[in-house]
């Protein structure tokens, strides 16, 4: 499977934006996929998954309420709806797919066996 992610910009403190990651090829469908980000010296974190059969949505504390993870009814398509953005939410954003089982480490980077380029969220202030 491969990974695109797009969608990322400048945006002011308060403002909204929406990522995409479109889901190619061949193999067969992910157990779940999910977005994490990465700010300049930090660790990639984690911000939200959704298990792509059934569509139960896992989330970040620092993102829930703001942040909504869904996909396309062709699942062929994840997205990212970020609403109230803040400045510390600037950073490269990942999306992922994980095609083993689904367990209690949904939210761990190393869960997901494959993984698109970022695409850069600025968030001014």
């Known amino acids: 499977v491969q990974l695109q992610a797009s969608g990322g910009g400048l945006v002011q403190a308060g403002g909204s934006l929406r990522l995409s990651c479109a889901v190619s090829g061949r193999a067969s469908r992910p157990n779940a996929m999910g977005w994490f980000r990465q700010a300049p010296g930090k660790a990639r974190e984690f911000v939200a998954a959704?298990?792509?059969?059934?569509?139960?949505?896992y989330y970040a504390d620092s993102v829930k309420g703001r942040f909504s993870i869904s996909r396309d009814n062709a699942k062929t398509t994840l997205y990212l709806q970020m609403n109230n953005l803040k400045p510390e939410g600037t950073a490269l954003y990942f999306c992922a797919s994980l095609s083993g089982a689904i367990t209690s480490t949904i939210h761990l980077s190393q869960s997901y066996d494959k993984w698109g380029q970022g695409t850069l969220v600025t968030v001014s202030s």
């Open positions: 959704m298990k792509w059969i059934g569509g139960h949505t």
